[in-house]
């Protein structure tokens, strides 16, 4: 990460509350093509989230831990605050003298900006502010939220705005949470209701909304200089397993989550 800090721009994009297993099987049914084409492999790494809900989820990562390999370590990570006895710091990891990654690239230069999607980001409240409050510049509105059906066509035209207004030489750190597969997720599936309520079969298809309008995101961020991406989810969520609805719980399909990261080439 040390090459890629300062050479590349950033794209942090979480997709909020997406399952690893309804994840892993729209890429193998090549159902998220846009997204798939970029996995290594064609297939997403298997990672244990650190945290079970959306504003703990986020702390951690921002702090420098994103989800962690689902096999035994210790595995070394891309960022981390300087720590003395850190076992997870490499020679490889990008180290800030800062307590948050977000404020560690702004001290060598990045413009930070966030995109936010579900409440804890939508600066409305006190709480609502500390994620977004991290970052240089902060964008929510209603449409970004989670009882949109458009709302990640919204997100994606704010990025295009943001990058679209930066002098070409100011490097960028763009992290986006996606909030269209989080409960509201029925009115992405056709012939759904809401009486009928959120299933996995809406989660994924709130996937594939997601992933029709991917392609925008990437470009953008791949528009000015060649871009590093992380592209996971912060946790799952439960729709029925063992008794259990929604998150902030210790179920497997709460703690299990798809990762990826990978390049994108300046866009031509």
């Given at each position: 990460m040390n090459e890629i800090v300062g050479s590349h721009d950033l794209l942090l994009v979480t997709l909020d509350t997406l399952r690893y297993d309804v994840a892993e099987e729209l890429a193998a049914a090549d159902r998220i093509p846009k997204l798939a084409r970029h996995l290594p492999g064609g297939v997403w790494e298997r990672r244990h989230a650190p945290g079970s809900f959306t504003y703990a989820s986020h702390q951690a990562m921002f702090a420098g831990f994103l989800p962690t390999p689902a096999s035994p370590g210790p595995h070394p990570r891309l960022f981390a605050a300087r720590f003395a006895g850190s076992e997870t710091t490499a020679d490889g990891t990008f180290v800030y003298d800062t307590p948050d990654l977000v404020s560690g690239l702004a001290a060598v230069g990045y413009r930070t900006v966030c995109i936010g999607g579900v409440g804890f980001f939508n600066k409305q409240g006190p709480l609502g502010s500390v994620l977004p409050g991290m970052f240089h510049e902060s964008h929510w509105e209603p449409e970004f939220g989670v009882p949109s059906p458009t709302s990640f066509e919204a997100q994606v035209s704010c990025a295009e705005k943001v990058v679209a207004g930066l002098p070409r030489e100011q490097h960028l750190f763009l992290f986006v949470n996606v909030s269209a597969l989080h409960q509201p997720n029925w009115f992405h599936l056709p012939g759904a209701t809401r009486e009928a309520d959120d299933t996995r079969a809406t989660h994924a298809?709130?996937?594939?909304?997601?992933?029709?309008?991917?392609?925008?995101?990437?470009?953008?961020?791949?528009?000015?200089?060649?871009?590093?991406?992380?592209?996971?989810?912060?946790?799952?969520?439960?729709?029925?397993?063992?008794?259990?609805?929604?998150?902030?719980?210790?179920?497997?399909?709460?703690?299990?989550?798809?990762?990826?990261?990978?390049?994108?080439?300046?866009?031509?």
């Open positions: 298809a709130a996937l594939e909304y997601v992933d029709r309008h991917m392609g925008r995101l990437f470009a953008a961020a791949s528009s000015r200089r060649p871009c590093f991406a992380i592209v996971c989810s912060d946790h799952g969520t439960a729709y029925g397993e063992d008794g259990f609805t929604g998150h902030r719980l210790g179920h497997d399909v709460v703690w299990t989550v798809p990762y990826a990261h990978f390049f994108l080439d300046e866009a031509a």
